[in-house]
């Protein structure tokens, strides 16, 4: 199993750009999150996704980001324009609904914003 | 309000040496509570969950334990290697809510 996936790894980008992350889940896992880490705020969590569709984006900061899922096997998050505040360690993690269901978490993307 | 504390922020220990981490959380209601290791540069990786009924759970070296009444929490790591070296979240479940709250973590060193 290759747990879940997350590209790029390392993304630069300068104030006002697109950014694009992906996500690829561990198969058969029919729930996604999206989370956010800095030093300050630790794991927030921006978006929720059960069986593809969103449940819960009360955590994405504004319109500038957006997220979708648009099969089992791949989500993507987007920020349009990106800010330097955006800069941050972006994960993706992955589980099986339940009361003690495990998030299984990818290795993240860690963006700066310039 | 839904918080959970962890202290200390960082601890620095010696190769071998055993050290106790700490989570208080006002979660409520309660459903399980997580620790969570994670590696510089890596997604944070499970190491042991709790329910409401058990009050201990190991996992190797990794001794949890629970206390619902005091809404505490503690990490044991017994004979510490290198390899402990990373942050330790605390998360707790609030009830059937899919939502977790996390702490930010305890970041630990171990020095040869």
């Known amino acids: 199993d290759a747990g879940v996936i997350q590209s790029p790894r390392h993304e630069v980008t300068e104030m006002g750009q697109e950014v694009t992350l992906r996500c690829k889940p561990i198969s058969g896992h029919n729930s996604l999150f999206w989370y956010r880490q800095t030093m300050m705020r630790g794991l927030e969590l921006l978006i929720y996704?059960?069986?593809?569709?969103?449940?819960?984006d009360s955590g994405m900061p504004e319109d500038r980001f957006s997220a979708k899922m648009p099969n089992a096997s791949f989500s993507t998050l987007k920020i349009q324009p990106s800010e330097p505040r955006d800069s941050a360690v972006y994960f993706c993690?992955?589980?099986?609904?339940?009361?003690?269901?495990?998030?299984?978490f990818g290795p993240g993307t860690r963006l700066t914003v310039l | 309000k839904n918080q959970v504390e962890q202290s200390p922020q960082s601890l620095i220990i010696l190769e071998g040496k055993n050290c106790t981490l700490q989570c208080n959380y006002t979660v409520s209601p309660f459903s399980n509570l997580r620790w969570y290791k994670q590696d510089t540069g890596r997604g944070p990786v499970s190491l042991t969950i709790m329910t409401f009924s058990e009050n201990t759970k190991s996992n190797g070296r990794y001794t949890a334990t629970l206390d619902a009444d005091t809404k505490q929490s503690s990490l044991h790591i017994t004979a510490s290697q290198l390899s402990d070296s990373a942050s330790y979240i605390c998360?707790?479940?609030?009830?059937?809510?899919?939502?977790?709250?996390f702490g930010k973590g305890t970041l630990l060193t171990v020095n040869p």
């Open positions: 998360v707790v479940r609030r009830g059937s809510n899919y939502k977790l709250t």
């Open positions: 993690a992955s589980g099986l609904a339940g009361p003690t269901d495990t998030q299984y």
């Open positions: 996704f059960n069986n593809n569709v969103p449940i819960d």
